[in-house]
């Protein structure tokens, strides 16, 4: 009989690989749950835009026959306040908001056309320009 003892356990060689492993998989996750919230965000934004949109198209422009100066919630009634305001909470037309309204060709507050864009994160902006104009 042999009294030769076995021994038990992981080499270094294996908690390497097992550690490598690891930081490798997490990394993948970390990039691919960013990327996901990233876009989130990004389709949030173009459903506020749209949602923006067909209000200003269908129900004020409809009532009115011209486009306001600026946006608010006092104007757009039809409307969830909520979605005048980007996915940090900054609304349309205050510094560093992810979307901007631009009217042109304004009369005594009344305006022929407009342009309304959202800044994505991984895509060219969004934009949307009047109907009628």
Not at 19 to 26: E, W
Not at 103 to 115: E, F, G, L, R
Request: proline share 2%.
């Amino acid at each position: 009989m042999s009294s030769a003892k076995q021994q038990r356990g992981f080499t270094v060689l294996e908690l390497i690989i097992v550690i490598v492993f690891l930081v490798a998989a997490g990394t993948i996750f970390y990039v691919q749950k960013r990327d996901l919230e990233v876009q989130a965000r990004d389709s949030t934004r173009k459903t506020a835009i749209n949602a923006i949109y067909y209000n200003l198209e269908e129900v004020y422009y409809t009532a009115h026959k011209s486009y306001p100066q600026n946006l608010t919630a006092d104007q757009l009634k039809g409307l969830d306040p909520s979605a005048l305001k980007d996915p940090e909470g900054v609304a349309v037309g205050e510094q560093n908001s992810d979307y901007t309204y631009e009217a042109h060709d304004c009369t005594n507050s009344q305006c022929k056309s407009y342009t309304l864009r959202a800044d994505l994160e991984h895509e060219a902006d969004y934009a949307k320009n009047s109907r009628n104009q």
